[in-house]
């Protein structure tokens, strides 16, 4: 097994111990899980408090084992200068190769020094709408939107709220402590001023048992188990797209309310089934142990599917889907309550959990997304509980070398 | 130095390898703190994750060393008949024992079997409407509501919304993992059923440095340094209440947002001076430590005080309240952004941060806060950042005994 830490760097001294601490507990906890697993794919490291490396052939935060908090925000651009562009990813780009690793950027009110790395990752996105507006080629970019780079359709049962939808340009910030993700969306958007505009932000997290085991969801479900191994096939983007975008990967991000008041009326033998695996262990319903194979085939003495043909997992087994596969890396949120109408029995209408999961899954072409998610949409058994409310699709440029900027490329 | 972990207790095998690690951390940064400091009264315990007691003299989640997360409810009371409050609160004791011990509740899922118990605590209140509501003496308590216990009044600024406001009980769960704190309020609202509803719901965090060193809230300061040492004098309710009272406390809750971004645009000279203390090191500004006592009489060269008359620490000091003090056990609080118009200059109108503190202070009375909040409110120079938007106050009766359920003797 890969070791999970190779990002890991610029340990200094005072939090020397407490990152050590979290480097023993993972490589324990990470043995246990075993080989045969993508180089840190699916580790999930929620203790250690040092820094991760910012620059690289791919940005961080996309493969780097998951962080216990994440806060996401969209930018809408509100200015019409290409110049103003690519200096706001100028100062995005210094400022975030300054925070990772734990040090203060100039005018942030010295908030970081108070607050250890926790191994801060810092993800940019482009969309749409930076390519172009309302039909207008505002920064001259218009050609240059690779044909991959679609909009998402609108799939069965989306109830989407523009004002949580969409977006000119992405930051997602991850952290092992919530106030230094916030901390760090708060200074990209100081450091925007008026040339972009929050539009709409979504705080995560993940939960479970000790580092390196997988994180359970708010249906108290394992939720990561399956990962693709392979990044280069399925992650990145090769020489089949445009230089600034080789190395990097198209993000989809969904706001998905779970009905956790229904989901929690329900037995557990019947979550199970519309998942298609165990609760506690994260088996498959065909297994024994959580990283066992699924058994598509598989059928009981009555000629049924032991996973269900609606399972959620099944929907989007790799198997199902002519070999693709997906990077999730989303997160829980939990937004409190609200007043909500429900769409499916027995259409409450009152204060209901507006918590569910924020969705991240990062692929080489949107159109797999679009592709496994549109068969979803229309037969997981899971869709019961579960109301889309917010979509978004960005375009992630590579990693930036150290004196480049993230996206510089795309404005050469 | 007493133990911060005297209340830390079945340590399962499978757990103490962590909590080990969480008290060998915590006793190290906690001896850097050094004498002089109450019962664990201020420390903050992110990473332990075994088990706090439940029953006992008095609830746990007040002096209980804070936890990283909280999740806290206000339910309405959906019942007319008093033996279904009552069947209710033994339903939830009993509940709030099993979970805190990491332990399952019938129906709950299996969920907690995979999480561990991370410092569960659970709090529970009783608003005015278990006493009566809309003028009706609905469970036959009215003649039992202590005169102490007084309804807030109307504050300089409030801009109450009445669905995040009030409540006829309350629950907070604490725990070192959101998922924890949320799964106990879910088992507690499924529990409930149709005899109390969730009215409103906030989550919290918090987060800074090691453990034992002072949490920082998002406006970048330590928060909670100034804390009562003395927990029957100014905590505990005594001979002066009920019997159901004694051991019990008045719980205040404001939900507080923070224009974060007119924050973040201040240098930090400003900031101190608006909060009366140094923003890395948490001195005072007539001090060079954290724990250094505020010299409220300093004068600099032209005469002015050196902790400006309307600094937030000098407003909520005790030696400017008659000796009165509150412990203040809050969370900062995130819920993205949100359409919000500003009350201060420059009156913006747009997209801005839904953040800032959720703001909780337990009192042997509640006019103790009143009148120390009633002057903030009308001087404190942190007014031009804040905006009040919830409110409610409960009466948290005296701890169970192993045997009894929350409250029991309010209801004999």
């Known amino acids: 097994m890969a070791c999970p830490f190779k990002g890991l760097t610029d340990i200094t001294r005072r939090n020397f111990f407490t990152a050590a601490g979290g480097v023993g507990l993972a490589a324990v906890a990470g043995a246990g899980l075993g080989f045969g697993l993508g180089p840190a794919a699916r580790l999930f490291e929620r203790n250690p408090r040092g820094a991760e490396k910012f620059y690289g052939a791919h940005q961080a935060g996309i493969v780097t ?26 100062d995005w780009t210094e400022a975030a ?71 000119d340009l992405s930051v997602q910030a991850c952290a092992n402590d919530p106030q230094v ?44 188990t399956q990962q693709p191994k392979d990044h280069d096939k399925f992650v990145w983007v090769g020489n089949e797209g445009p230089d600034w975008m080789q190395g990097g990967t198209y993000l989809v991000a969904r706001r998905i309310r779970i009905a956790l008041e229904h989901w929690d009326s329900m037995d557990v033998a019947a979550q199970e089934e519309i998942i298609g695996r ?33 399972a959620h997992v099944r929907l989007g087994n790799a198997a199902a889907n002519g070999g693709a596969e997906i990077l999730r890396r989303g997160y829980s949120y939990n937004d409190g309550v609200n007043f909500i109408a429900e769409r499916w029995p027995p259409w409450r209408q009152r204060i209901e959990y507006d918590a569910g999961l924020h969705f991240i899954s990062y692929q080489r072409d949107p159109k797999t997304f679009i ?42």
């Open 65 to 90: 084992p998951q962080q216990s908090h994440s806060y996401f925000a969209a930018f809408d651009l509100t200015t019409d200068k290409r110049d103003e562009v690519v200096s706001l990813l100028k």
């Open 97 to 167: 190769a300054q925070m990772t690793q734990g040090k203060s950027v100039a005018g942030d009110g010295g908030d970081a020094r108070g607050l250890l790395p926790s191994r801060l990752t810092a993800t940019f996105g482009f969309g749409a709408g930076l390519f172009s507006k309302d039909g207008s080629d505002r920064y001259g970019l218009a050609a240059r939107r690779p044909a991959t780079f679609v909009d998402l359709p609108k799939f069965a049962g989306d109830q989407l709220i523009m004002e949580k939808s969409g977006g």
């Open 371 to 412: 592709k496994m998610f549109d068969r979803m949409a229309k037969q997981d058994a899971l869709n019961q509980f579960t109301t889309h409310n917010g979509s978004a699709i960005f375009a992630c440029p590579g990693g930036a070398r150290a004196g480049e900027f993230i996206g510089q490329r795309l404005f050469v």
């Open 278 to 310: 165990k609760k506690i262990s994260g088996a498959p319903l065909t297994g024994r142990n959580e990283f066992d194979a699924l058994d598509l085939n598989a059928t009981d003495k009555d000629g049924n599917y032991i996973i269900p043909e609606n």
């Open 181 to 224: 993700a916030f901390h760090a969306i708060r200074q990209f958007a100081r450091i925007a001023g008026e040339r972009a505009h929050i539009r709409w932000a979504q705080t995560g997290f993940l939960s479970g048992g000790n580092d390196g085991e997988t994180p359970r969801n708010l249906m108290g479900f394992k939720d990561g």
